[in-house]
Each structure stands twice: as C-alpha cells, then as structure tokens.
C-alpha cells in the first residue's frame, strides 16, 4: 500500500487524495494517513485544507 501511494505521487506534483485512494484502491482515510506520516518528516507537503499532497522535492531527489 504504502510503495502504491509513493508510486502515485513520484511526479512530484500535487494529487487530490480522493484520485489516491482511486488509483490504489484503499479509503481515502488511510491515504490521508500516510500524507499525515509523510508530512511529519518532512518528506512530502500537504495543501491547506488537507485534501492534496504531493512529495517534497528533497524527498524525489534521494538516491535510490
């Protein structure tokens, strides 16, 4: 689940959480979660009103 949202978001541009849930097939809760951990370190920005996220650049620019 969690490598499925990372998938989603490695364009690095902003995706509702809604179009999330859709593309990876779990509740739009969980999905808000995940953002939530995301965001707590640091490693992707969620909008104002909690309804978009997309990964911090820093974040896209690790080596893998």
């Given at each position: 689940?969690?490598?499925d949202i990372l998938k989603v978001?490695?364009?690095g541009r902003w995706h509702d959480l809604t179009e999330i849930a859709g593309k990876?097939?779990?509740s739009e809760d969980k999905v808000s979660c995940v953002a939530e951990f995301l965001s707590?370190?640091?490693f992707a920005n969620i909008n104002d009103e909690g309804k978009r996220v997309k990964l911090d650049s820093d974040f896209l620019n690790l080596p893998v």
């Open positions: 689940m969690f490598d978001l490695e364009d990876v097939s779990i707590e370190f640091g």
